[in-house]
């Protein structure tokens, strides 16, 4: 099993859609999760951290169940520049590990 | 925010060459810098963990004595990839954070902006 899976891309959705994506984890003891953004041929830029339950920024939500180990992103009311490769990063201890990256495309 | 810095951003070598990447913290003190190579269309492939002062982790796989990584201070991380072949054309990217205690960000990491590598 990977240390960190991520939904199996593409997502092609409308624009204005509502669009989720899991990334679970096999590492209990996982400290940190992060949500980065990828454009083609471009290096990951940080999209939200999780270090708690959750976090909130404007369209974009993350949530952490350590229950079950994984963590979600939820981006409301997609736009065209939200197309981009998700990549979802869980720290543990002090080792990051990748996911394979969940790509979105938003068509208007 | 924090800036990492990548140099050079493309090169293009011949077969048999070694190729020097520099990657720089250039507004805080990275204790730990991670080299990446991602192959078009997928996801980072971490080849080595660099700490200051010490010397790398390699993944398993990853050739050191063909990718020579130096931490030599906390702001200044180096690959070398030696004798470089076409195999190794992709797109190198670093990325550095601080691990610092107290610090909630801490184990952020923070990319540059890549290396395009394209050996002939």
């Known amino acids: 099993r990977k240390e960190v899976e991520q939904d199996p891309g593409p997502f092609n959705v409308p624009e204005g859609a509502t669009v989720a994506f899991n990334c679970t984890y096999s590492n209990s003891a996982s400290q940190s999760f992060f949500w980065y953004r990828q454009d083609c041929r471009k290096e990951p830029k940080l999209l939200m951290s999780v270090y708690s339950s959750g976090n909130e920024d404007g369209r974009f939500t993350a949530q952490l169940n350590r229950a079950s180990q994984y963590i979600s992103l939820l981006i409301r009311d997609s736009k065209l520049s939200d197309s981009a490769t998700y990549l979802c990063?869980?720290?543990?201890?002090?080792?990051?590990?990748f996911g394979a990256g969940t790509r979105l495309t938003v068509k208007p | 925010g924090a800036v990492v810095s990548q140099h050079p951003s493309w090169v293009i070598c011949k077969s048999g060459t070694s190729v020097k990447i520099e990657c720089r913290s250039l507004d805080f003190q990275a204790t730990t810098m991670f080299w990446y190579r991602q192959f078009p269309k997928q996801s980072l492939m971490l080849m080595a963990t660099s700490n200051e002062g010490s010397k790398a982790t390699y993944e398993q796989g990853v050739e050191k004595d063909k990718f020579l990584i130096n931490h030599a201070s906390l702001t200044l991380s180096t690959l070398t990839v030696t004798s470089a072949h076409p195999e190794d054309s992709s797109f190198y990217i670093c990325?550095?954070?601080?691990?610092?205690?107290?610090?909630?960000?801490?184990?952020?990491?923070?990319f540059g902006p890549g290396t395009r590598l394209t050996v002939l």
């Open positions: 990063v869980v720290n543990e201890n002090n080792d990051m590990r």
């Open positions: 990325s550095a954070t601080t691990w610092a205690t107290g610090i909630r960000d801490a184990d952020t990491q923070y």
